[in-house]
T-cell receptor
Framework: DADVTQTPRNRITKTGKRIMLECSQT?????MYWYRQDPGLGLRLIYY???????NKGEISDGYSVSRQAQAKFSLSLESAIPNQTALYFC?????????????FGPGTRLLVL | QKEVEQNSGPLSVPEGAIASLNCTYS??????FFWYRQYSGKSPELIMS????GDKEDGRFTAQLNKASQYVSLLIRDSQPSDSATYLC??????????FGGGTRLMVKP
């Protein structure tokens, strides 16, 4: 089984809809991250969480919210989806006892907002 | 201005050649640098990290860091078609978070 899983893998939605992307991990890591990837722009950090009670905004948090339901689960919500949120979304985890740069990525969720 | 810059490519090299991927960064406070490989439609995978000036070798991969010039590179020797992917350069920043460049697409032709 994969260590970091994301659901759904693909999603098509309409402008104005609220949607949730879910991430689960079995690595036992406290640190979790949400990124979005657009062509030519690399990965940009949306939100991150260093433990269940810790939530922090990243570079591009506007229009997004997150919930850390448990150590293993970190969800990303788009409150009212808009077309420029069409992107590939990745969840990642890292080990607090290791270098933070060793991030383990999920398979990604491809989101299309019409 | 993006903090980590890469040429988007594509960089095309023949099989067996050396592929040279380059990256510049603007934050002089960055201490650690990383190369991730991302196959089309897949998630990024860490392949190299480098923390001090000079070269670091791992198999066919060599990472090079020059902090004075704020320049990081990745050399891939004996390039194989399976090396065809997008290579993302990343640096750590304040708060020890990663900042990624836009990636360079490498194509290795048989």
């Amino acid at each position: 089984d994969a260590d970091v899983t994301q659901t759904p893998r693909n999603r098509i939605t309409k402008t104005g809809k609220r949607i949730m992307l879910e991430c689960s991990q079995t690595k036992g890591h406290d640190r979790m991250y949400w990124y979005r990837q657009d062509p030519g722009l690399g990965l940009r950090l949306i939100y991150y969480s260093f433990d269940v009670k810790d939530i922090n905004k990243g570079e591009i948090s506007d229009g997004y919210s997150v919930s850390r339901q448990a150590q293993a689960k970190f969800s990303l919500s788009l409150e009212s989806a808009i077309p420029n949120q069409t992107a590939l979304y990745f969840c990642a985890t890292s080990d607090p006892d290791g270098p933070p740069e060793t991030q383990y990525f999920g398979p990604g969720t491809r989101l299309l907002v019409l | 201005q993006k903090e980590v810059e890469q040429n988007s490519g594509p960089l095309s090299v023949p099989e067996g050649a050396i592929a040279s991927l380059n990256c510049t960064y603007s934050d002089r406070g960055s201490q650690s640098f990383f190369w991730y490989r991302q196959y089309s439609g897949k998630s990024p995978e860490l392949i190299m990290s480098i923390y001090s000036n000079g070269d670091k070798e791992d198999g066919r991969f060599t990472a090079q860091l020059n902090k004075a010039s704020q320049y990081v590179s990745l050399l891939i020797r004996d390039s194989q078609p399976s090396d065809s992917a997008t290579y993302l350069c990343a640096s750590n920043n304040a708060g020890n978070m990663l900042t990624f460049g836009g990636g360079t697409r490498l194509m290795v032709k048989p």
